[in-house]
């Protein structure tokens, strides 16, 4: 690893340890609420009693009066054959029409858990049910949540959403038709028509996007689509340096629902200087997906850019992908936005029962809480055997993390929710990670994602008598399966006949009801961001604080003679003496990038260097 002294003379996660028990506040073991984790009293064994995944000894259970012993026995899960397969039989999920399969057989909650918990999802069904006819379900912004009707306008609430959803869907599949038959062309290109995508945003305006072209793009796309989601300088510089000459031939998608994310903005301006710099009018070739009055919507409507499209203030960002967010980038590629949406809209029907055998969404809900005891005490780990589906790990890491990790219930109480999601793909997760779960730290369960066809029909042979490429990747998948269970680690299946846009879009609705159901579960709002805020807070802050460095080293700069200043004298002229190891972090970062100069020692020790600028902005001691 390099030195730091080394960076600036050339001019793994960490996991709280679960809360004990004892710490968890009274609130949280009432059980009149239907919106709270059950855990277990001292002394009651009621809802684990007969079950055959986890055991508390009764003679530790009796034992200091009946208090209930601090540890559990190891889980034992069911491992006779014929009881498994009809467990199997009894708990498997199928929705025909999709081709889609749910197998929870695997996860170990018992009958007595699941009657234990019908109250809860009876009252999580009824306020999804007031969610989609429009109630208030983000308290926190006051908004309501209605990526549902984006799938099924007409159960938007009123007549005017239900309008704006129908007439942004056939303006955009206007547009794309126009754009991909040549119709719509670019001022300047040779090539006559636009040849490629870039599209700029992050978070849910590209993670969605992402996942959906890696999913679903077609070998030869009619445009295909590159993605600058970062404020990487490299990165973008990469991005721009891939287009080549084919930037005359690029229509830009810029996302963001505020129009003021700061990534966002960088990455615009960036690619708005690689135009002028190429000669090119960006607004001929520049497209806005925003919300309407955004700053990036003034500014586009003002500039006259080639399109505009709307964000809806009830749509958040990680259930964007059945909006413009998502639908026009996809449509672009060519992939059919309209099978998509009908996936979502059968799945969501799916989900509306209020039977929870049959109810796909609910059943992977009750799933993550048995396995985690409704306080993410374990990991999901979401394995897909489909190298298309690789991205659908990432795009879940977003939609389950950002909504249920949260600080607070929706009753004020301090909880510390959340739901880990990390992931790799099959079968190259059994030669990265699969030795430590299945020998390893038993803090996880996990989600196989498996796809039944492995090519198109008539296209498969064998490389062996009666063995297939696809037959291996199977018998991996199953093979991973059995292996993890012979050492009690639970997980779920999620089966698809094929990578389809409507079994993609069946997917993405599968999963966002369900963190819709488990945020009702443990009682917190799933729509709303506030340690994402905070961390835009703080980064601001940094920034700031950046430029009033800058400002005092200048003025150093500025003296005759040079007067070169240690840390402690920039942060006493900041009026910032408490922000000296930011202070010191911010001078490391620019003298990296040769910004600030190092007059005396290096940024290895802190306490010996003196810098300066190196040069004098008159203009800047008079702004």
Not at 355 to 361: I, R, S, T
């Amino acid at each position: 690893m390099a030195s730091i002294s080394g960076i600036c003379s050339s001019s793994p996660s960490l996991k709280p340890r679960l809360r004990p028990v004892a710490a968890v506040t009274a609130s949280l073991l009432r059980r009149d609420s239907v919106s709270f984790p059950v855990l277990p009293r001292p002394g009651d064994r009621s809802l684990f009693a007969a079950s055959v995944a986890r055991e508390v000894s009764a003679e530790l259970a009796k034992s200091d009066g009946g208090a209930v012993a601090e540890e559990e026995k190891k889980k034992v899960l069911e491992k006779d054959s014929r009881a498994l397969w009809r467990r199997y039989l009894d708990w498997l999920y199928q929705h025909k029409e999709l081709g889609l399969y749910l197998d929870v057989s695997r996860v170990g909650f018992t009958d007595e858990f699941v009657a234990e918990m019908e109250p809860r999802f009876q009252a999580a069904f009824k306020a999804m049910e007031e969610l989609e006819n429009g109630a208030i379900a983000n308290p926190d912004e006051g908004r309501m949540v209605g990526h549902y009707w984006l799938r099924d306008p007409k159960r938007a609430p009123n007549s005017f959403l239900r309008v704006q959803i129908e007439n942004t869907l056939e303006a955009l599949l206007k547009f794309s038709g126009d754009v991909v038959s040549g119709k719509i062309k670019p001022p300047s290109s040779p090539a006559g028509r636009f040849t490629q995508v870039l599209s700029v945003g992050i978070g849910g305006s590209a993670l969605g996007p992402q996942f959906v072209a890696e999913a679903l793009a077609p070998d030869v796309p009619p445009l295909k689509i590159r993605f600058i989601d970062n404020t990487d300088p490299a990165g973008i510089d990469h991005q721009i340096a891939q287009l080549g000459d084919e930037l005359s031939s690029t229509l830009v998608i810029v996302i963001s629902k505020s129009g003021a994310t700061p990534e966002t903005r960088n990455g615009l301006l960036e690619v708005q200087k690689a135009f002028r710099e190429a000669g090119l009018s960006f607004a001929k070739q520049g497209v806005a997906i925003t919300q309407e009055n955004s700053l990036l919507d003034n500014t586009a409507r003002i500039e006259g850019w080639l399109a505009r499209f709307p964000m809806f203030d009830w749509v958040g960002g990680r259930t964007s992908e059945m909006s413009a967010v998502g639908l026009l980038p996809a449509a672009l590629q060519g992939i059919d936005i309209k099978e998509m949406l009908a996936g979502g809209k059968l799945m969501d029907e799916a989900n509306r029962t209020t039977v929870l055998k049959n109810n796909p969404a609910a059943l992977l809900a009750l799933c993550w809480y048995w396995a985690t005891d409704g306080l993410g005490s374990k990991d999901m780990v979401v394995l897909p055997y489909k190298d298309s589906l690789l991205l659908f790990s990432r795009y879940l890491q977003q939609l389950v993390m950002e909504s249920i990790g949260k600080e607070f219930d929706l009753d004020g109480n301090r909880v510390n929710q959340g739901l880990t999601v990390y992931g790799n793909k099959g079968s190259t997760d059994q030669h990265a990670y699969i030795q430590q779960l299945r020998d390893g730290v038993h803090n996880f369960f996990v989600t196989f994602i498996e796809v039944l066809r492995d090519r198109p029909p008539g296209h498969d042979w064998e490389l062996e008598p009666g063995v297939t490429c696809g037959d291996y990747l199977f018998g991996m998948l199953q093979g991973t399966r059995s292996a993890l269970y012979s050492n009690d680690r639970e997980s779920i299946t999620v089966s698809v006949e094929e990578v389809t846009p409507r079994s993609v879009g069946a997917l993405i609705a599968l999963y966002e009801r369900a963190v819709g159901i488990y945020a009702s579960l443990v009682n917190i709002n799933a729509y709303h961001q506030p340690g994402v805020e905070a961390g835009k807070k703080a980064a601001g802050e940094v920034l700031a604080l950046q430029k009033r460095v800058l400002q005092v080293l200048n003025e150093a700069s500025c003296k005759e003679p040079v007067e070169p200043l240690t840390l402690e004298e920039v942060a006493d002229r900041c009026h910032s003496l408490d922000d000296i190891e930011m202070i010191y972090k911010i001078i490391a970062h620019m003298a990296a990038n040769d910004r600030v100069l190092i007059a005396e020692g290096s940024c290895g020790s802190p306490r010996s260097i003196k810098v300066f600028l190196g040069e004098c902005n008159v203009d800047a001691l008079y702004s």
